[in-house]
């Protein structure tokens, strides 16, 4: 049994195959969050035929890139700025306002706080509560906010909860952050999987408020996390300015403009993707909401956390167990508010599901 200091994430393939003398290639990862799919069909044949286009440097406005995007998210082209990786953007965007103190929702991704740190800034969390399922309690919310605080990250639907925030209560948000002179930054990296992504996404609000940026990548739909392609979507054009300026050119490299230009446009991949997590969310949560192992909370994303309601077992436990069997989970110990009583899994293709739960519920 390894110690808990012994934490894995979704792409430490190499750390467990050192730990347990298990082959990466032996191993489903149920925790690196990823489309069951794989790469767009189009995208697979494209970069092929294409190849060739490592010989030139891309666009620096990267023009035609950006237009496929606002097209793809029903946005204008120059509201859209891409950078390697939401990660650079998210850091980019920290670095330039700077806050002196950070509200995030929690428990989320620690990406956040680590650059809000690493500018100097103080963060505190505003917990998403379990009596709650983990939903937020809008009006609760807004009147905790106030004029000491510099900016508000939310990430929707939420890593690892898989509850979202929807439109009407953004716009409430939105409106407090005006108010107190906050900045929002809004993570839609799972949006794109949800069924109602136009309740859920935040992007038609961006035409009406200044005081938000939204960042999703391509990591997760679209199976590519090491092509590196991410993009934020904001209204607020002095911000833009600035971001431009201080972003190094080139970060994206023209296969990822390829890429790019191939993977938002194949509608038939992306249709594809969003039945088989559909199918797959609706089927799992009724298996584990009819047990009395486990409790689950409605997911949005591709994921869904699961409650351990069985005495002395822990998450720790079940990432040892499952790992063991060549399946890897995520041990939800190290998020926030969150103990040793819960676990993450993303949804896979049926057969490999259908062995995760067998597993979970032996």
């Avoid at 990466?24 to 794989?38: T, W, Y």
């Avoid at 606002?70 to 859209?80: K, L, P, Q």
């Avoid at 990591?219 to 392609?229: I, N, Q, V, Y």
Wanted: hydrophobic residues 35%.
């Amino acid at each position: 049994m390894i110690k808990h200091k012994d934490h894995f994430h979704g792409s430490d393939l190499e750390k467990i195959e050192q730990i347990y003398g298990i082959k990466k290639e032996d191993i489903i990862s149920f925790s690196a969050n990823v489309n069951p799919l794989g790469i767009s069909p189009n995208l697979r044949d494209g970069i092929a035929k294409n190849i060739d286009c490592i010989t030139t440097y891309p666009d620096r406005d990267y023009v035609q890139l950006r237009k496929c995007i606002a097209e793809y998210c029903g946005t204008e082209t120059d509201n859209i700025i891409v950078g390697n990786g939401s990660t650079e953007l998210i850091s980019l965007f920290i670095q330039i306002e700077k806050p002196k103190k950070a509200l995030i929702l929690g428990p989320t991704y620690s990406e956040y706080e680590r650059e809000i740190a690493l500018e100097g800034g103080k963060t505190i969390y505003y917990p998403l509560r379990e009596e709650n399922d983990f939903v937020l309690d809008v009006n609760h919310f807004i009147s905790k906010l106030s004029e000491d605080i510099d900016m508000l990250v939310i990430c929707n639907p939420n890593n690892p909860t898989g509850t979202a925030i929807n439109n009407h209560d953004m716009r409430k948000i939105l409106d407090a952050c005006k108010e107190c002179d906050i900045f929002v930054m809004v993570d839609e990296t799972y949006v794109e999987f949800a069924e109602n992504i136009k309740e859920v996404s935040s992007v038609s609000l961006t035409r009406t408020y200044g005081n938000i940026a939204i960042l999703r990548g391509t990591s997760k739909f679209f199976a590519a996390p090491g092509l590196r392609l991410g993009y934020a979507i904001c209204s607020n054009a002095d911000l833009m300015s600035v971001m431009n300026q201080r972003k190094d050119p080139w970060t994206i490299n023209s296969i990822a403009v390829i890429a790019g230009t191939l993977m938002f446009s194949d509608t038939k991949y992306i249709e594809a993707t969003r039945s088989l997590i559909a199918s797959e969310r609706n089927r799992l949560y009724d298996i584990f909401e009819k047990s009395s192992r486990f409790k689950p909370y409605w997911p949005h994303g591709n994921f869904m956390l699961l409650k351990i309601l069985e005495d002395g077992i822990t998450s720790n436990d079940l990432f040892d167990k499952c790992i063991r069997a060549g399946l890897m989970i995520r041990d939800c110990s190290t998020f926030p508010y969150l103990g040793e009583n819960y676990i993450r899994f993303c949804f896979m293709n049926p057969k490999d599901n259908d062995r995760l739960v067998d597993l979970l519920l032996k």
